[in-house]
Every structure is written in C-alpha cells, then in structure tokens.
C-alpha cells in the first residue's frame, strides 16, 4: 500500500480562532499515537490567524481510514460546526516524486 498524505485546512468562525486552535491541538497527542501515523502537524496561517491546517501523513489508506473513525477525532467533528466558518478543505495526496 502507498503512503497517504492529507492536509486539512480549517476556518475559524469569528471569535472562535483560539478555542479552534486548542481543539485541534488536542488531536495531536493521540494521533500521533495511533499505529498508522507517520506525523501529524498543525499549523496556523501567518497571514490570517483564523486559518489552521493539519498537515499529516499516513503508512497507508487503511491507516487514514481507522483514524477518521477514531473517538478523538470524530469528538473533535462533533465540536466543529461551533468553531468552524465553513466546512473544512481536506487534500488526499500520494508522493509522485520522493527526494533521496
């Protein structure tokens, strides 16, 4: 199986950016935890401190798949439509060229 990689990118509702924030900084522990994970990284936008994103990567699909199935993350989706504008941009990618 290929490596899956996936970037999640998250607008904060007005007011909300910080709480966001710390949502999404809650899922980070126990997602790099979980067997398939090879990282998971969260970023804020330097130009707006209301755009977050997950930059994350996984050994394979079915790692990806067992983590959007995880109680912490579908927790975190429940608390989503409160601090989110809008619903989030996932990107599904798989390496076409590696560096060696």
């Known amino acids: 199986m290929s490596q899956v990689t996936?970037?999640?990118?998250?607008?904060a509702r007005r007011g909300?950016?910080?709480a966001l924030g710390a949502a999404l900084a809650a899922l980070v522990e126990p997602?790099?935890?979980?067997?398939g994970?090879?990282?998971?990284?969260?970023h804020r936008s330097v130009d707006d401190a209301d755009v977050w994103f997950v930059y994350e990567n996984w050994r394979s699909p079915e790692?990806?798949?067992?983590?959007m199935l995880s109680e912490h993350l579908q927790t975190f989706l429940k608390a989503t439509p409160d601090l989110v504008a809008r619903n989030?941009?996932?990107l599904n990618a798989?390496?076409?060229?590696?560096?060696?």
């Open 6 to 11: 996936n970037l999640a990118f998250f607008r």
């Open 16 to 18: 909300q950016s910080e």
């Open 31 to 35: 997602t790099r935890l979980e067997a």
């Open 37 to 42: 994970c090879l990282n998971y990284d969260l």
């Open 63 to 67: 790692g990806f798949d067992a983590h």
């Open 88 to 90: 989030p941009l996932h």
């Open 94 to 100: 798989t390496s076409i060229f590696k560096l060696e």
